[in-house]
C-alpha cells in the first residue's frame, strides 16, 4: 500500500520537485517499506523519534549490507558505492528546541522548520563546536493560525541581511504551512504569497547560491503548492495513511 501510495504521488509530481515522505508517528518498518520502494528522503517532527529511527535505519542497513552488491549505474557516473546507494535523508520539520539539537543535528540533513533567530544562532554555534554546516530553510508564517510558528517578511530579510554572520549555516530556502482549511482560494492565495515572496528573496540576495528551496505542499495541499513553485513537498497520510497520536 505504501508503495502504491508513492508510485502514484511520484507519477503525478512534476520531476525536480523532491519528495519528503513524512513518516514521523509510524514505525521504522513502514519507512523500510518505502525505502524498499525505492523512497530515499524522510521527514520527522520530534529530535527523539528522528534520532531513534535514524539509528535505528542504519543498523537495519548495516545488517543488510552484506547481501548489498554495487550497483552499476548507466552513463558517466560509473558504478554508485553499496554507501552512496543507501543514503537517505532525515529532514527535521517540526519545532526544535536548543537543547535538543544533538540529537537533530548529526542526522539532519535539512533542517526545515527555523522559526526564530535563537534558534538559528543556537545551531550556528553547533555547527561551529561540531565542524559542520547546517542546511536549514527558514519558516515563513503563511498561514491563517495565529499559533502558527514562522517568521514574518520582515524578520527573514533582517536574517538574510546579515546571513554572513552565520558562518555555519547554509540557507536553503522557505518553508510553508498554508491554512488548515478547505477552501482552495485562500490555500492558493497562501502559496501565491510565499512563492513571490521568495522570488523577491532570490532577487534580493544573489551572493546566497543555495537560496533555491521552497518547501510547501502536504497530502491535501501538495498538487496546489506544485502551481505555485514548490520544489519540495512534505507528505505524511497520502503515503502512510493516517497517524495514531
Ligand atoms: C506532519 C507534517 C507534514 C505532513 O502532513 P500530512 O498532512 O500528513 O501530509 C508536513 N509538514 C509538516 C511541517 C508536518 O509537521
Not at 37 to 66: C, M
Not at 141 to 151: D, L, M, P, S, W
Not at 190 to 205: H, S
Request: aromatic share 10%; proline share 2%; net charge negative.
Amino acid at each position: 500500500m505504501i508503495e502504491d501510495n508513492l508510485n502514484r504521488i511520484k507519477s503525478e509530481l512534476p520531476s525536480g520537485v523532491k519528495l519528503v515522505a513524512v513518516s514521523k508517528f509510524h514505525p521504522l518498518e513502514a519507512i523500510l517499506e518505502a525505502y524498499q520502494a525505492g523512497q530515499t528522503v524522510f521527514g520527522e517532527n520530534r529530535p527523539q523519534e528522528l534520532f531513534a529511527k535514524a539509528q535505528a535505519f542504519e543498523q537495519w542497513l548495516r545488517g543488510r549490507k552484506s547481501d548489498v552488491r554495487a550497483i552499476p549505474l548507466e552513463g558517466a557516473q560509473g558504478v554508485r558505492t553499496k554507501d552512496e546507494f543507501d543514503a537517505v535523508e532525515w529532514h527535521f520539520l517540526g519545532h526544535l528546541q536548543t537543547n535538543k539539537l544533538k540529537m537533530v543535528l548529526p542526522y539532519a540533513t535539512l533542517v526545515q522548520s527555523v522559526d526564530s533567530v535563537h534558534l538559528l544562532e543556537a545551531i550556528d554555534n553547533w555547527g561551529s563546536a561540531n565542524d559542520k554546516v547546517i542546511s536549514v530553510l527558514l519558516e515563513l508564517h503563511i498561514g491563517a493560525e495565529e499559533t502558527k510558528q514562522g517568521f514574518h517578511e520582515e524578520e527573514i530579510l533582517d536574517i538574510l541581511f546579515h546571513a554572513g554572520d552565520y558562518k555555519f549555516i547554509r540557507f536553503c530556502g522557505l518553508m510553508g504551512m498554508a491554512s488548515h482549511t478547505d477552501d482552495q482560494e485562500v490555500i492558493n492565495a497562501d502559496f501565491e504569497r510565499i512563492d513571490t515572496f521568495m522570488a523577491y528573496l532570490v532577487d534580493l540576495f544573489p551572493e546566497l547560491k543555495d537560496f533555491n528551496q521552497l518547501s510547501i505542499g502536504m497530502s491535501d495541499d501538495w498538487r496546489i503548492a506544485v502551481q505555485h513553485g514548490s520544489t519540495m513537498v512534505r507528505i505524511g497520510t497520502a503515503i502512510f495513511g493516517a497517524r495514531e497520536y
